[in-house]
């Protein structure tokens, strides 16, 4: 694996909040394009479209410190087959946490959601290390 990796992780990582608004838009009839925040308030009942709205604003949440960590880690000349790893992994246990948040299996989900965290403080870590 190559610093590219990670990198096209973090494009990955990008895109994935948008699938999970996907399967919330879609999860119901009626949605209104017009004024979307508005619908998904009023699905208030439906907690297929809640978890996957959740799953939404928790992916946002997640690329920030993920994409600082794997280009700190980088700038810190930490090897490059190890930011790949951290970053493949986080993609994957990214994509299982809105897999098991709309599937509704909070206990993985959130063993998924520390696993990819974990990750993210590891890349951080290293590049602190490295410049150290």
Not at 2 to 7: G, K, R, S, V
Not at 44 to 59: D, F, S, T
Not at 105 to 121: D, E, K, N, Q
């Amino acid at each position: 694996m190559t610093l590219a990796t990670a990198y096209w992780c973090i494009l990955i990582t990008a895109l994935l909040p948008y699938a999970w608004a996907f399967a919330a838009k879609t999860g119901a009839p009626g949605y209104n394009n017009r004024n979307p925040r508005a619908w998904i308030a009023k699905q208030a009942g439906n907690y297929k479209v809640q978890r996957a709205n959740a799953a939404h604003l928790n992916a946002f949440e997640a690329f920030a410190p993920f994409a600082a960590g794997v280009l700190m880690a980088q700038a810190a000349g930490v090897d490059h087959a190890r930011i790949a790893m951290l970053a493949v992994a986080f993609v994957l246990l990214r994509i299982a946490h809105g897999v098991l948040y709309l599937a509704d299996v909070p206990l993985a989900r959130s063993l998924a959601w520390m696993g990819g965290y974990a990750c993210v403080v590891a890349l951080m870590v290293l590049a602190a290390l490295g410049v150290a």
